[in-house]
C-alpha cells in the first residue's frame, strides 16, 4: 500500500497483543526513523479491557467491540492475536473483506484453515502476514521467502516448540522423567494447563505446515505430516543417547528425496556436536540447507510477548512498505511438481530399546529379525547382566526404511524374550 | 521498479559471478514461479573470457567491455563482482547514473567510498543491493533491515571473516602455530596469498561497517572502528583459555552503551558453552540483540561462488520486486544520535599472559599494579615453577576499562621481573 502513515487495530490484547502494543509505543519513533512508515495504534480489542498489562495505551484505544477494528474504514491493518479457531477465522475473514490488510501469529489456524484464509485475500488483493505464526521472533518466513529465494530448499530441520525444548533440555541436564519436567514447566509458566499441542507435536506440525508450503508451493498439508511428541521419551533412553553420541530433539523435519517431500515431526537423535544440537531449554532455531546456499541456521526465541510483537510489527512494516507483495504469494505459486511421501517410506537410521529378558541368544535372535527385514546394525549397547531378568538392549541401526522397521518391531515384540514394547527413535545426521 | 522480467548484467566473472551466473541459469524458473519475476542474464563482462567457469552461458552474452553492460538502456540491474576499488567503483557510479540499480558483494568500496555510491543512488533514485557483502549466503542484511526493523539493536557480535575463523579453528583443534595453519590455509585456497585483510581484521572491519550503519543509522564509520588482527594469537594462549572455559575468536562487535557504540574487531575470548563459540571451521555467525527480540542468531557460509551468488539473486529480486525501496535508505535516515565511542574508553573483561621471571614475590606485584589501575582479578594461572625463569602467568579480570588496562600494561612491562612484552585478550560473554 505504500503509505507514510498505517493505522493498525489489534484484536486480542493477551501476551503477543501486549508485545506489540509496546513495541510501537516505545519503538515507534525509530521504526519511523528507519523506514519513513509511521503506525498508528488505533484500537485495541479484547473481552477484557481492564487488567492491567503494563502498557500505557493511550485513551480511547481500547474497546470490548473486534468489529470497531474490522468496520472502521481507517484502518489499514487488523492484527489478528486472538488465537484459536473461532472467532479468529471469522475476525480475519471478515477484516480481509473489509480491504484490510490481516497480520496473525495464529499458526493452528493457518496450517489448518489457511488455504479459505488466503484464498480471501488473493480475492481481496490483500496480504496476510505471519511472521509471528513461525518461531517467534527469528525472521524466518522472511528468510525462507526472501532470503533463500534463489534456493531449492534440500532440507528444514527446526526446534520449533519451546515448551517440548525445554522439557527436553531439563531432561537430559537432571535425568528426571518427563512428567515430573511437564509439571515444572506448568508451574514456571512454560507449558499451558492442557499442553497436548505442545508435546504432542501439534504445535510444531502446524509450523512446518506454513514452512513446507512456503518452502515447496505445495498446499498446507498438516494432515500429512507423520506427527509423534515426546511424551514417551525416557531418561534412559536420553542417556543411551548421550552415550552414542547423540542428542534427542523434537524436530520439525522437512526434507527432498528426488521429487518426494518427507514431512515428519517426531523425537529425534541428533549427533551432539551439530549446532543444532546445542539449542536448548525454550530457545527455538531452524536449519535449512539450500542447493546455492548450502547450511544455514536462525536461532532466537520462539515465543513471548516481545519476540513475537517483533515478527508482528516487522509484518506491519512489509505491508506497509510494499502492500500486497509477497505475503501470500506462496499460495498461487501453482503446481510444484512434489509429492508428499508416505511415512512408511521415510529412510533414515534407527535407535532401538529392547526390553529383553537376559537369556543367551537373545541378541542374535533379535538381529535375525532386524537382518530379514533389511536392518542393518551400526552399534549395540548391552551392559547389566542380571540372567533371566529384564534388562535393557539398544541397538543403532544403519539407514533402513520405516516399513521394514515398523514390520521387524512387529515381529520382534512377539519374541518369548521380549519383555516390554520395543522402543524407537529415529536418528539424523551421521552416515 | 515492480516488472516481471529484469535484465541483468555482471561485471567481474570470477569465482561469485560464476556462482551468480550458475543459479540464475539454473533455478530461474524456479524463481520465477516462486515470485513472478523473470531474470534474464543479459551480459556477462570480464576480460578473460576465454576460461570455462563450468557454467554454460548462452552464446552472445560474454563481452569483454563492462560498458556493454553500462551502456545498454535494456539492463536493469548491474551486479559489480569485480571487487577492489577501481574500477569497480567507477562502474557502480556510471550504472547508477544511466539509471540502473547496482547489486555488489564489494564491502571494500562500501565501507570505504559508500557515501559516494549511495549518494548517487539516492539522486537517480535507485538501490545499491549489498547482501553479498557481509556473511555471504546469510540474509543478515534483510534480518538486521526488515526482519528486526522493530528493535533496537543492543549488541551485534560477528564472526564474519571465514579465512580467519578457519585458522583458529585449526589452532584450536591441533595446538598449531598460526603461522602454519596460515600456509596450509593458503594452500587449500581458504586465504589468499596476500592474507592481510583477513588476517588484521581489515575485512570484518568493512562488513561491521555496514552492519553497523545498517544497525544505528550512523555514517559508514570504517575508521572509527578498533582494528586487531589474529597473528600474535598463539597455541598457549588458545590452550589457556580453554582451561578457562572460553574459546578465541575474531569477533566484530558493535555493543550500545547509554547513547555510545563500541565498535571494534580483535580476538576475543567466548565462553565455550555459547553457541556462537561453537560455530568453526570458514562458517560465519551474527549473534544480534535487540531489545524485543531478544537473542537471535544466524549461521551459514560466509564465502563461496554459490553462497554468496545466492545473496546477489536475492537483491536481484528484491529490487525487482520494489524498485527502490529499502535498499540504501539506511544513509538517509539522518542523525541518530549516537556517537561512537573512542576504543580506550570500552569496558570488557580481560585475559593477561604475562612472561614473568619466576620469582617470590611477582604475582604481589603485577597485582598491586593493577589493582593500582582499578582492575580487579577474577582467575590466576601459574603452573610451572622454574625458579629464575621465565614462566608464564595467566590473570583473568573482572570488568575494566581499556584505558587502565593500557595504562597497566604499560607500567608492568616496566618492571624487571617481566621478561617478554605482556599480551592480553578481551574477554565477552560472562559477567
Redesign the interface.
Known amino acids: 500500500m505504500s503509505k507514510a502513515v498505517v493505522n493498525v487495530g489489534i484484536i486480542g490484547f493477551g501476551t503477543v497483543g501486549s508485545?506489540t502494543a509496546r513495541?510501537i509505543l516505545q519503538?515507534g519513533a525509530?521504526?519511523e526513523?528507519?523506514?519513513?512508515k509511521k503506525i498508528i495504534l488505533k484500537r485495541i480489542a479484547d473481552l477484557d479491557i481492564v487488567r492491567d498489562r503494563g502498557v500505557a495505551v493511550p485513551p480511547g484505544v481500547l474497546t470490548t467491540d473486534a468489529y470497531e477494528i474490522i468496520n472502521d474504514p481507517s484502518i489499514d491493518v487488523v492484527v489478528e492475536l486472538v488465537g484459536g479457531i473461532q472467532p479468529a477465522k471469522k475476525f480475519m475473514l471478515d477484516a480481509l473483506k473489509q480491504g484490510k490488510h490481516v497480520v496473525t501469529a495464529n499458526k493452528a489456524l493457518l496450517a489448518t484453515k489457511g488455504h479459505e484464509i488466503f484464498k480471501e485475500a488473493e480475492a481481496q488483493g490483500k496480504s496476510v502476514g505471519f511472521?509471528a505464526a513461525v518461531a517467534g521472533?527469528?525472521?524466518i518466513i522472511?528468510?525462507m521467502?526472501?532470503?533463500?529465494?534463489?534456493?531449492?530448499i534440500l532440507s528444514i530441520y527446526g526446534i520449533i516448540n519451546g515448551t517440548s525444548n525445554y522439557i527436553l533440555t531439563r531432561m537430559t541436564r537432571e535425568g528426571a522423567p518427563f512428567e515430573k519436567v511437564l509439571e515444572d514447566a506448568q508451574d514456571l509458566g512454560y507449558a499451558e494447563n492442557d499442553p497436548t499441542w505442545d508435546i504432542e507435536g501439534i504445535d510444531t506440525a502446524h509450523k512446518l505446515t506454513l514452512l513446507a508450503s512456503l518452502s515447496y508451493?505445495i498446499p498446507l498439508s498438516f494432515d500429512r505430516i507423520y506427527k509423534e511428541g515426546i511424551t514417551a521419551i525416557t531418561p534412559e533412553d536420553i542417556a543411551y543417547a548421550s552415550e552414542l553420541g547423540y542428542k534427542i530433539k523434537l524436530l520439525a523435519i522437512a526434507k527432498v528425496v528426488n521429487s518426494e517431500i518427507e514431512l515428519r515431526v517426531h523425537p529425534t537423535m541428533l549427533p551432539e556436536d551439530s549446532?543444532i544440537s546445542?539449542?536448548d531449554d525454550v530457545l527455538n532455531a531452524v536449519y535449512v540447507i539450500?542447493?546455492?546456499?548450502?547450511?544455514?541456521?536462525?536461532?532466537?526465541?520462539g515465543a513471548?510477548d516481545?519476540?513475537t510483537?517483533?515478527?508482528v510489527?516487522?509484518d506491519i512494516?512489509?505491508i506497509a512498505?510494499?502492500g500486497k507483495?509477497?505475503c501470500c504469494?506462496?499460495l498461487s505459486?501453482?503446481p510444484?511438481g512434489y509429492t508428499i511421501k508416505d511415512s512408511l517410506d521415510i529412510e533414515t537410521m534407527y535407535y532401538f530399546r529392547f526390553t529383553v529378558l537376559d537369556r543367551p541368544g537373545v541378541l542374535s535372535k533379535i538381529s535375525g529379525v532386524l537382518g530379514a527385514h533389511n536392518i542393518s546394525i551400526s552399534a549395540v549397547i548391552q551392559k547389566e547382566r542380571r540372567e533371566g531378568e529384564a534388562v535393557p538392549l539398544v541397538v543403532l541401526t544403519h539407514r533402513a526404511k520405516e516399513r521394514d522397521i515398523v514390520n521387524a518391531v512387529k515381529e520382534i515384540d512377539t519374541l518369548p524374550v521380549i519383555a516390554a514394547k520395543t522402543r524407537f527413535i529415529r536418528v539424523e545426521g551421521k552416515e
Open positions: 508485545g513495541i519503538n525509530l521504526i526513523k528507519r523506514t519513513g511472521e521472533g527469528i525472521p522472511k528468510v521467502r526472501e532470503g533463500l529465494v534463489a534456493n531449492n508451493g549446532l546445542k539449542v539450500g542447493d546455492a546456499v548450502g547450511e544455514t541456521m536462525y536461532y532466537g526465541r513471548g516481545m519476540p510483537g517483533s515478527a510489527v516487522s512494516i512489509d512498505s510494499r507483495g509477497r504469494s506462496f505459486a501453482g510444484c
